[in-house]
């Protein structure tokens, strides 16, 4: 009898176990929500944007897309609670394109592509922001105005590093 109970003990703990690491159906480990496929990484203008900006680029460079800010920019303070609110500041927004040194994927600049949604007042709080941002880091940040079709050589122009001052292109 009392191999019974331990054998039950046994088998009630491994139960308890494995339902806790094992899926048991679609959406159990998630709380009840579920997930689904976002067609694509790009929206139709960036994809656009993204095939230029490709081509424009010395081919010693490597185009990156939405990549996270704090990914790029470190964030430094003089104690946790301001490091903490700075950091939050950033890391759930991303750059358009990030173009890096193929060779090391240093960072080289950022581009942005604003389109009519920047006007808005949030929208151009966080420009302002990211913009200073990137001042103080050094990093430069290249402003593209969201259009129907790009020229190969105008992007070209806006983004030779030669021609982007210290303090950066911002148009």
């Not at 159990?28 to 976002?38: D, K, M, N």
């Not at 460079?61 to 946790?80: G, N, T």
Request: proline share 4%.
């Amino acid at each position: 009898m009392d191999n019974y109970i331990v054998f039950f003990v046994v088998a009630f703990i491994v139960l308890a176990l494995l339902k806790n690491r094992l899926p048991l159906g679609p959406g159990s480990q998630l709380s009840g929500a579920s997930y689904s496929l976002i067609p694509s990484l790009l929206t139709p203008a960036e994809r656009s944007f993204y095939g230029v900006l490709v081509q424009a680029v010395d081919s010693d460079l490597v185009v990156c897309s939405k990549v996270r800010i704090a990914d790029v920019l470190k964030v430094s303070a003089s104690d946790r609670s301001k490091w903490q609110k700075a950091f939050n500041r950033i890391s759930r927004k991303h750059f358009d394109f990030v173009v890096c040194s193929r060779d090391d994927f240093s960072f080289r600049y950022a581009v942005e592509l604003n389109d009519s949604s920047h006007a808005k007042k949030k929208r151009v709080e966080r420009d302002e922001f990211l913009i200073e941002a990137c001042r103080e880091a050094g990093f430069p940040l290249v402003k593209m105005k969201v259009q129907s079709g790009y020229s190969l050589a105008a992007v070209r122009g806006m983004i030779k590093e030669e021609d982007i001052p210290e303090d950066f292109r911002f148009d």
